[in-house]
T-cell receptor
Framework: GNSVTQMEGPVTLSEEAFLTINCTYTATGYPSLFWYVQYPGEGLQLLLK?????DKGSNKGFEATYRKETTSFHLEKGSVQVSDSAVYFCALSGGSNYKLTFGKGTLLTVNP | NAGVTQTPKFQVLKTGQSMTLQCAQDMNHEYMSWYRQDPGMGLRLIHY???????DQGEVPNGYNVSRSTTEDFPLRLLSAAPSQTSVYFC??????????????FGAGSRLTVL
């Protein structure tokens, strides 16, 4: 079956530091890949997505590239802000396109 | 604003009580689903529906019932609450598969505590 493995948290960074959150996946076929973000006390919202190999999703300074050869979709940001503090979830949609499989989430805390 | 509305936001139950978590969306989405979020477990799919009158089980359906009598509403019922059902519950929806739009819209969540 499909599965998503993302790096364990929590991750604590200083403002303006570089961020990487690793995500690897197992799936048959050609899944779509997503990063969702959950700010404190809120539901999840889409951060970015990629639908085919070598696609790069980007939003709000975050980027992730769909790497089929390494089955990865790592999230990066060059300079984090305090407002980026949140839980980040990697997810994939494959097979029956209705179902989303989530990783366990990575808590990011950015200190001023 | 259009979106997914969940009620209640917080609920405390005693073991054995029943209750219904409500979910409504006004985006005419065909697909609706319920997830639970637990520390260290990520989000796990409980039940989902691909249209009115159609429901199916996800990863962790035991102890929960759902129905989909209208496109807009997808309530989640706990028939006899157990402490293991203490969790944060999220409802999410998206357009039908034919639309090609596979991004879920989430509600703000319902925090349930079972004593």
């Amino acid at each position: 079956g499909n599965s998503v493995t993302q790096m364990e948290g929590p991750v604590t960074l200083s403002e303006e530091a570089f961020l990487t959150i690793n995500c690897t996946y197992t799936a048959t076929g050609y899944p779509s890949l997503f990063w969702y973000v959950q700010y404190p006390g809120e539901g999840l919202q889409l951060l970015l997505k990629a639908t085919k190999a070598d696609d790069k999703g980007s939003n709000k300074g975050f980027e992730a590239t769909y790497r089929k050869e390494t089955t990865s979709f790592h999230l990066e940001k060059g300079s984090v802000q305090v407002s980026d503090s949140a839980v980040y979830f990697c997810a994939l949609s494959g097979g029956s396109n209705y179902k989303l499989t989530f990783g366990k989430g990575t808590l990011l805390t950015v200190n001023p | 604003n259009a979106g997914v509305t969940q009620t209640p936001k917080f609920q405390v139950l005693k073991t054995g009580q029943s209750m219904t978590l409500q979910c409504a969306q006004d985006m005419n989405h065909e697909y609706m689903s319920w997830y639970r979020q637990d520390p260290g477990m990520g989000l796990r799919l409980i039940h989902y529906s691909v249209g009115a009158g159609i429901t199916d089980q996800g990863e962790v359906p035991n102890g929960y019932n759902v129905s989909r009598s209208t496109t807009e509403d997808f309530p989640l019922r706990l028939l006899s609450a157990a402490p293991s059902q203490t969790s944060v519950y999220f409802c999410a929806s998206r357009p039908g598969e034919a639309s090609g739009a596979n991004v879920l819209t989430f509600g703000a969540g319902s925090r349930l505590t079972v004593l």
